[in-house]
Structures are given as structure tokens and as C-alpha cells.
């Protein structure tokens, strides 16, 4: 089945369905955009690191705080990107499962646990062959593919250890993000995003769709379409919510 409401398909993207969520809120001067490019989605700006003293980031996430995605009949997130409109900086996707109430004195978000993947051009593997005789394959044109158990937990930037697992079941909002990795990241930077798609898997790898499908393919798993976007800091804090 496919999973319905999701702010991303194959016609294009549901810009109205994202918003801005970058270090401004902090005080910093990081900024970034989610364009329509033809099928694919540009994500773009400029990483501020002078601000806040060599950390910044900056993010696109869906919003609505009565979202509700269930994931559990899938077994993880495949990332298609464009890689001849794309730099080399690593990128982070993010889920969570839990979203608590604006802080009354403030009426900032309050934080809550990030479920976080990081990933880059290196990443990223040319896509798997479905049918030679119908598949067109253009070389820049790549993946990854991220299982659940992938993803790891982190509060505020850090990385933490929780005996909670991510609820599947509950996955209220899907973001893109960008860091500055404390100063190793910084200035222009943009990635054309093909898709994000929740991948049902077989015996032995994801299946994909025919791009005008969004729900059985005859021979092949069913995929469902998720909104939305990030390697690795070696010494577990990461800057960014």
C-alpha cells in the first residue's frame, strides 16, 4: 500500500508542506531554500559559521504538528539525488517521532530526540536495474539506501544513548539539514533531491517503482513515498537540533 498525505511524489514536490528551519533562531545569519527543479527538489543556501563561533546549520522540514506517517511494513529510507547538481558536503536526514508544545516562556520548540543519518555523494550508489528494457539509467543519477537500525539517536546535537527505538508507526516530521560540523562546513552549498522513499525490501535488496507509480508495481514491492533529508562527526556532538 502506499502511505498516503506524504508531502513528496512523483509529480513533484509539496513545497507548501515545508518550511525554513535554520540557525536564525539561535541568532546566527545560516539560510536556506527548497525549490522546485522539474521532478527533483533543490535544496540550497549559505552556511554561516562567523555567528556562532564555527557552528551553524541550516535545515528544510515538513511541517504540521498533527503529521503522522506509519513506516513499520518498510525497512528503511532510499535518497536519490542528482549528482552533477550537487556538492561534495555532507548532508543529514532526520526523523522524529515525538514533537512537544512551543516552550510557554519563549514559544520556542522544545527539543525532543532526532533520529539522524548522514550522508554524502560518496554515499551514493548508481540505482539499481529494475527491467533493461524499460529503465532508462543516467549516470549521475544515484542512491542510497538507509535500513532503519542506520539512523541514531541524538538530543540537541549530541549523540545519545536511549533504550527507546524509533517508533515507526509515528513518524510526525522528516527534515534536511546541513551543519557546519563546528567550522568544517561553511559557505554556499545545494543537492538536487530526486526522492525520498520509504523502501519495502525483498530477499535480497529495495525494490523500486516505475516513476508514475505511487502503489503496486506488477513484480515488485511496494514503495511508499516519504517528505523530505544528512557523514559522520567523530566526536559525537554535532552542531544543529
Not at 557552528?55 to 503522522?68: K, L, M, N
Not at 542512491?143 to 524509533?166: A, E, I
Not at 505511487?214 to 511508499?224: I, P, V
Amino acid at each position: 500500500m502506499a502511505v498516503e498525505g506524504l508531502p513528496r511524489d512523483f509529480r513533484g514536490w509539496r513545497l507548501h508542506q515545508w518550511t525554513s528551519s535554520d540557525d536564525r533562531v539561535r541568532g546566527g545569519k545560516s539560510q536556506s531554500f527548497l525549490e522546485s527543479r522539474g521532478t527533483a527538489a533543490y535544496f540550497h543556501g549559505t552556511l554561516d559559521i562567523t555567528a556562532l563561533g564555527g557552528a551553524g546549520f541550516a535545515s528544510q522540514r515538513t511541517v504540521g504538528e498533527d503529521q503522522h506517517w506509519n513506516l513499520e511494513s518498510f525497512a528503511g529510507i532510499e535518497v536519490s539525488i542528482d549528482l552533477s547538481r550537487s556538492d561534495d558536503n555532507v548532508y543529514t536526514l532526520i526523523l522524529k517521532d515525538e514533537l512537544l508544545p512551543p516552550n510557554a516562556s519563549d514559544g520556542r520548540e522544545q527539543a525532543t530526540v532526532s533520529w539522524e543519518y548522514d550522508f554524502s555523494k560518496s554515499k551514493c550508489r548508481p540505482f539499481p536495474q529494475i527491467d533493461s528494457s524499460t529503465t532508462t539509467t543516467t549516470s549521475s543519477y544515484q542512491s542510497v539506501f538507509v535500513p532503519w537500525d542506520h539512523f541514531k539517536p541524538t538530543y540537541r546535537g549530541k549523540l545519545v544513548n536511549t533504550p527507546k527505538s524509533l517508533d515507526l508507526s509515528n513518524i510526525k516530521r522528516v527534515s534536511i539539514m546541513i551543519r557546519s560540523f563546528f567550522g568544517s562546513q561553511h559557505g554556499d552549498f545545494h543537492v538536487r533531491v530526486l526522492s525520498l522513499v520509504a523502501v519495502a525490501v525483498s530477499s535480497t535488496k529495495p525494490a523500486r517503482m516505475p516513476s508514475t507509480v505511487a502503489g503496486n508495481a506488477s513484480g515488485h514491492q511496494k514503495d511508499a513515498q516519504v517528505a523530505t533529508t544528512a557523514a559522520v562527526s567523530g566526536n559525537g556532538r554535532r552542531d544543529g537540533e
